[in-house]
């Protein structure tokens, strides 16, 4: 079974900096695809960023390009997710979730939340001004 469980998160002032991290289970980071989703109130659930074991490079949605960073942790069997340069507009729920059995980011639509099979619980993310 497919668990993925979400830390970090929390309040920071704009400018600020948090971490997020999505520790897989039920499958190895060997053979991956994992998206960051966020949902503000109010709006739709978007794409933040994905990467996999197969793509040359990761994704980003251009309202995060330049300030946030995906990375996986093979040793911990862990995605992260890091934000720099936070704005208020960043203050969301956000999710981590998997492709099972597929090893690249979705095609052609990274960020097409169906064809992302499992999902971690949420973490509040909220940047004050």
């Known amino acids: 079974e497919v668990q993925l469980v979400q830390s970090g998160g929390g309040l920071v002032q704009a400018g600020g900096s948090l971490r997020l991290s999505c520790a897989v289970f039920?499958?190895?980071?060997?053979?991956?695809?994992i998206g960051w989703f966020r949902q503000a109130p109010g709006k739709e659930r978007e794409g933040v960023s994905c990467?996999?074991?197969?793509?040359?490079?990761?994704y980003y949605g251009d309202s995060v390009k330049g300030r946030f960073t995906i990375s996986s942790d093979h040793a911990k069997n862990t995605v992260n997710l890091q934000m720099n340069s936070l704005k208020p507009e960043d203050t969301a729920v956000y999710y981590c979730?998997?492709?099972?059995?597929?090893?690249?980011?979705?095609?052609?639509?990274?960020?097409?939340?169906?064809?992302?099979?499992?999902w971690g619980q949420g973490t509040q993310v909220t940047v004050s001004s």
């Open positions: 979730a998997a492709v099972v059995a597929v090893s690249a980011c979705p095609r052609p639509n990274w960020a097409s939340i169906p064809n992302y099979d499992s």
């Open positions: 039920g499958f190895t980071l060997d053979d991956y695809a």
């Open positions: 990467i996999s074991s197969s793509d040359s490079r990761p």
